[in-house]
């Protein structure tokens, strides 16, 4: 098995994002809980020419950004593809000004990966205002990540496995 890579995402590649994100309960958009995909803003993971995998992120003002989108397809799981968008979303947010990242999740898997791969702390709970995500939960975990701190901590041997 080949080794995956990460691009930017084409304009035209909306419907397949959507399509990775389908298995999550992730792909009502547009919905009350995600109006649009800015494909300016997004990643795509790819392996043997097949695409795995999708991250996304939005920047909300000067200093704060916010991921939209994460997901790769249930079979890929455990290739690192997941951490690997993540990084990358985290560098462009990084490159474009950003200091604080918030992201919200439904999964305790999820949101312990954020917390110890990545450093975020919990702030808050959101309601649900639409089937998207699990279905099960009724609320996001407010997660915010101090990316500065992040981003000088990256090459660190807890970050880099």
């Not at 792909?27 to 009350?32: A, F, L, M, N, R």
């Not at 950004?65 to 985290?90: C, D, F, I």
């Not at 200091?99 to 959101?126: C, M, Q």
């Amino acid at each position: 098995m080949s080794r995956f890579t990460i691009r930017p995402a084409r304009q035209d590649e909306g419907p397949a994002i959507l399509e990775i994100m389908r298995p999550w309960n992730m792909h009502h958009v547009p919905s009350p809980e995600m109006e649009s995909l800015d494909l300016n803003c997004f990643f795509v993971a790819e392996m043997d020419s097949v695409m795995i995998g999708a991250s996304g992120y939005k920047v909300l003002g000067p200093g704060q950004g916010k991921t939209t989108l994460l997901a790769v397809l249930p079979e890929y799981l455990g290739t690192g593809a997941g951490s690997a968008l993540q990084v990358k979303r985290l560098e462009a947010m990084a490159t474009l000004g950003v200091h604080t990242v918030t992201t919200n999740a439904d999964r305790p898997e999820t949101i312990a990966w954020y917390k110890s791969r990545f450093g975020y702390r919990e702030v808050g709970k959101l309601a649900k205002i639409h089937d998207f995500g699990r279905s099960d939960v009724d609320h996001w975990t407010t997660l915010q990540l101090d990316l500065g701190g992040y981003m000088r901590g990256a090459c660190s041997p807890a970050k880099a496995s």
